[in-house]
């Protein structure tokens, strides 16, 4: 298939992806949802599907495996940090229009360490490149509303998960550079199997009780969000073994101006002259990012 090799489709279908997970994680806290539920959830949905997803393919185990699973594991933890410390950033009060964007703005982190870690810097020498790269970090910025007030813990929360989101990112990309041949299905699988035993161990900590609709639906918002983050996950990977971290991750930032166009579209929430000129940017950089 076209698709499986070319790394700009695959970025951009997991940018799609990720962008209505986003959207499906933000509706789930409007909705009354428990996130811990979903936290749990969504990685089992994903280490079953990267299992039989690895079974089809034929996987065998890799000479590599050591590497694979300290790897993997580790991504696995950086993965679990970023969702528990956004999680968290949002219950301390920080609204998702900033939290999300200061989380996306890892990307700066991603640009700047890819270059040094992975030798990226023929990937940002263009002048097209350097210019997209340029309009969707001020896209992210723009959609950021900060306001006067108080400091809210919340915004450390979410730094935090800035960082580690990062440091996710970075690991996946060191295992293809260190050992291309090994299965993006079994390091998906080690990753997410490693975030499902975080959560599920966070999630046994004495909690409000729930009642039995809410626990249903947080299941439910937990297998959709699931399925969402497989096929995202999947392509994000194999983007990043074909290309560049540097600019597949620029494309994937832009993942959470899905939560603001279809909150606009469903729900006629408004959109401000800062949100229009953010998509008119983010727009203008994919076609000049190629």
């Not at 960082?163 to 299905?185: C, H, P």
């Not at 937990?222 to 073994?241: D, M, R, V, Y």
Request: hydrophobic letters at 60%; zero cysteines.
């Amino acid at each position: 298939m076209a698709l499986a090799g070319n790394w700009f489709l695959l970025a951009l279908v997991s940018m799609v992806l990720q962008g209505f997970h986003a959207f499906l994680y933000k509706k789930l806290i409007q909705d009354g949802g428990d996130p811990r539920i979903v936290q749990v959830v969504m990685p089992a949905v994903v280490s079953v599907l990267a299992a039989i997803a690895a079974v089809a393919e034929g996987v065998s185990l890799p000479r590599a495996l050591t590497i694979l699973v300290i790897v993997a594991g580790v991504q696995g933890v950086l993965f679990y940090l970023t969702t528990a410390m956004r999680l968290e950033a949002i219950r301390s009060g920080a609204p998702a229009h900033i939290v999300f964007p200061l989380v996306k703005s890892s990307v700066v982190f991603i640009i700047i360490l890819s270059a040094f870690l992975f030798d990226e810097w023929e990937a940002l020498r263009t002048p097209r490149r350097l210019t997209s790269i340029a309009m969707i970090l001020v896209a992210i910025s723009m959609l950021m509303e900060w306001r006067r007030g108080p400091f809210n813990r919340g915004v450390l929360y979410a730094l935090l998960a800035m960082v580690s989101g990062a440091g996710a990112s970075l690991m996946a990309k060191y295992l293809f550079v260190s050992e291309a041949e090994i299965s993006i299905f079994a390091f998906m699988l080690i990753s997410n199997a490693t975030t499902f035993l975080l959560a599920m161990s966070a999630a046994a900590r004495p909690a409000t009780r729930l009642t039995r609709e809410r626990y249903d639906r947080s299941v439910i918002w937990g297998a959709a969000t699931g399925l969402l983050s497989f096929g995202g996950f999947a392509a994000f990977l194999q983007a990043i073994k074909l290309g560049d971290l540097s600019i597949v991750a620029s494309i994937n930032a832009l993942a959470i101006l899905f939560p603001v166009l279809l909150s606009a579209i469903l729900y006629g929430e408004r959109l401000t002259f800062r949100k229009e000129i953010a998509v008119f940017l983010s727009i203008v950089a994919l076609v000049l990012i190629q």
